[in-house]
């Protein structure tokens, strides 16, 4: 496995758990609640494993950067990020998709492709 394949591994598990998260919060905020008060008193366990997931997120971003030049992890991991909340909202959540984003998705993978080009 090349050091760009592994990075590339690196950044898709941070940014399928970042989305995975991101999900959780959102199906959080639609469940029925008086106040915000309520929410959170009814809500706990999916938000403090939303928090939880966050955590994790952060400690092994903090281990794959001991390996990994932080100018190409960090713009693949966070338009990875972009791309799976994307697709959380349009499959999960049914959010409606223009086609500015589908645009913008297309050139944050294009880039995410000049990135890992020569590496």
């Known amino acids: 496995m090349s050091k760009?394949?592994?990075?590339?591994?690196?950044?898709?598990i941070l940014a399928f758990m970042l989305a995975s998260s991101h999900a959780l919060m959102k199906w959080v905020s639609v469940q029925?609640?008086?106040n915000?008060?309520?929410?959170?008193?009814r809500q706990w366990p999916p938000i403090l494993l939303s928090l939880f997931i966050y955590g994790i997120v952060f400690f092994y971003?903090?281990?794959?950067l001991r390996?990994?030049?932080?100018?190409?992890l960090y713009p693949i991991y966070t338009g990875l990020s972009v791309l799976f909340v994307l697709l959380v909202g349009t499959v999960l959540f049914k959010e409606a998709v223009s086609i500015w984003?589908?645009?913008?998705?297309?050139?944050?993978?294009?880039g995410i492709v000049l990135i890992g080009v020569n590496r």
């Open 4 to 12: 760009f394949t592994l990075l590339l591994t690196h950044a898709f």
């Open 32 to 34: 029925a609640h008086d």
């Open 36 to 41: 915000y008060l309520d929410l959170l008193l």
């Open 61 to 64: 971003y903090i281990l794959v």
């Open 67 to 72: 390996s990994s030049p932080i100018s190409t």
């Open 101 to 110: 984003q589908i645009m913008g998705t297309a050139l944050i993978l294009s």
